[in-house]
T-cell receptor, first 112, second 113 residues
Framework: GDSVTQMEGPVTLSEEAFLTINCTYTATGYPSLFWYVQYPGEGLQLLLKATKADDKGSNKGFEATYRKETTSFHLEKGSVQVSDSAVYFCALKNSGYSALTFGKGTMLLVSP | ETGVTQSPTHLIKTRGQQVTLRCSSQSGHNTVSWYQQALGQGPQFIFQYYREEENGRGNFPPRFSGLQFPNYSSELNVNALELDDSALYLC????????????FGSGTQLSVL
């Protein structure tokens, strides 16, 4: 079945550091890929998405590129802020089926 | 634009009891999904409703059931609660069945003792 694997956290960084959170997936067909973010006490919010191979999703300085050859969708940001501290979830949605399959989430902690 | 709201925020039940969780979808959204998030895990799909009909179900037993009402609000019912049902239950609404963008509520934290 479909699955998503994320790097374990917490990821601890200083403000303005470079961020990478790794995400790989297993799926049949051609899934859409997503990053959702969960700030403390809030619901998950869509951060970015990509629907086909080589697409790059971007939002709020975050980027991720859909790499079919490596089945990966790594999240990157050039300079993190304290306000980026949250839990980040990688997810996929297979074509023909509407449910999302999530990874376990990666907590990011950014210190001043 | 109102967001997705869930009630209650916290709930404590004992094993064997029944529970009903409620969700009010974002205005204009006709699709609602429910997810279970155990501690330290990602959300797992329970089921989805589109215009009051169930149109997708994950690997959960029949004691997990749901309803969607004409105003697109929704309920999740769990019968014969088990200790492993302790989790955060998330409701998500979408403007279409394709679910390219889900809007999540903050969840209901259910503890089963």
């Amino acid at each position: 079945g479909d699955s998503v694997t994320q790097m374990e956290g917490p990821v601890t960084l200083s403000e303005e550091a470079f961020l990478t959170i790794n995400c790989t997936y297993t799926a049949t067909g051609y899934p859409s890929l997503f990053w959702y973010v969960q700030y403390p006490g809030e619901g998950l919010q869509l951060l970015l998405k990509a629907t086909k191979a080589d697409d790059k999703g971007s939002n709020k300085g975050f980027e991720a590129t859909y790499r079919k050859e490596t089945t990966s969708f790594h999240l990157e940001k050039g300079s993190v802020q304290v306000s980026d501290s949250a839990v980040y979830f990688c997810a996929l949605k297979n074509s023909g089926y509407s449910a999302l399959t999530f990874g376990k989430g990666t907590m990011l902690l950014v210190s001043p | 634009e109102t967001g997705v709201t869930q009630s209650p925020t916290h709930l404590i039940k004992t094993r064997g009891q029944q529970v009903t969780l409620r969700c009010s979808s974002q205005s204009g959204h006709n699709t609602v999904s429910w997810y279970q998030q155990a501690l330290g895990q990602g959300p797992q799909f329970i089921f989805q409703y589109y215009r009051e009909e169930e149109n997708g179900r994950g690997n959960f037993p029949p004691r997990f059931s749901g309803l969607q009402f004409p105003n697109y609000s929704s309920e999740l019912n769990v019968n014969a609660l088990e200790l492993d049902d302790s989790a955060l239950y998330l409701c998500a609404s979408s403007g279409d069945r394709a679910n390219e963008k889900l809007f999540f509520g903050s969840g209901t934290q259910l503890s089963v003792l």
